[in-house]
């Protein structure tokens, strides 16, 4: 092992840290104790700030936080919920350094205290891997392209199946009747790929969040969440958020869908699905025009306890044409975080068999947008 263990005040255990791997991690890594000291970093996090344990220690490490920290927010957030938590694009400033841009993930170590890992980006704000990005450009493009050249055929298609089915025999009627509706299929897949074009910009108004979610509630009970436990955990003292309510119907309607298919896989008639709301202090995303960054402290949780996102698709989850069905089209968790990256939002998610959240933070309404 070519990797240092970092002195650390007497009776503080880091053999459930794996020392090694913790030092040897590329990733910057800090251990934050109960009291909100730093007891702990491994090389890549020294490497980052340019000092070493002694001085990044002085003093309270919760204490050298800016007020409404995203920092603070995650290591809050790792205690209250008991698991490992992430925070894409965390607006960080820290020991003096000029402020920064990095992915977030803390977990808790089961004595009060937390493991933090910075993933630092380039630049600042979120953005999305190279692969990602070029996945949706040519999603959009692909959609207008079909959308001209498929919909006014598969119209023809359709009225000549209808007409062959009126005039036809009994036992040909199912054929033509199987036409039509593997039209109507293509036409409805051909509908969603349209959605994706960037002509249709989000029509953002003051909304009350909560009244979103208990129609997107209110559907999902007598449909695609009949059987299952469905309950909410709500902030009662959210301010409105700043969206388009029809774009946000279809995006928690679509995160409620596959959490009630992926509790409905359990097969043992304890399936559940939890929807939380909750304020989150310091969220900063980068705003759709620009380098400017901008607020998005309100947060939805969508919970499920089905089996999990299977392991080889979750860093490619919100790209286009992936899924875990069988015969899915992929295209409705990317269709998701395109909408909410046209909010301003950030959207991500954490994965386990028996526990999968879906996340999705949004813009508050400011006084003047209220007011309007």
Known sequence: ???????????????????????L????????????ALVAVNEAAEALFGQGL?????????AALPPGSALVSLLNRALEEGARVRERGVHISLFGLPPFEADGAAAPLGDGSVLLTLTVKSGLGVERSPQEAAGLRSLVGLGRMLAHEIKNPLAGIRGAAQL???GA?????????????????????????EAFSDDALPSLSPINIHQILDRVRALAANGVADGLELREHYDPSLPPALGDEDQLIQVFLNLVK????AAHARGDGRGEIVIHTAYRHGVRVRAASGQVLRGAPLEVRIQDNGPGVPEHIRESLFQPFVSSKANGAGLGLALVAKLVAGHGGLIDFESEP?????RVLLPIASPEDVHE
């Open 1 to 23: 092992m070519t990797g240092k263990t970092r002195s650390h005040p007497a009776g503080f255990d880091l053999g459930a840290l794996k020392a090694a791997a913790f030092d």
């Open 25 to 36: 991690s590329p990733d910057p890594s800090m251990v934050v104790d109960a009291e909100g």
């Open 54 to 62: 002694g001085l990044l220690a002085r003093g309270r490490f919760r």
């Open 164 to 166: 062959l089915k009126t």
């Open 169 to 193: 025999r009994s036992e040909d009627a199912p054929l033509a009747q199987l036409i039509v509706d593997e039209t109507d299929r293509v036409k409805r897949l051909v509908e969603r790929m």
């Open 258 to 261: 596959n959490a009630a298919e």
């Open 354 to 358: 028996g526990r999968t959240v879906f």
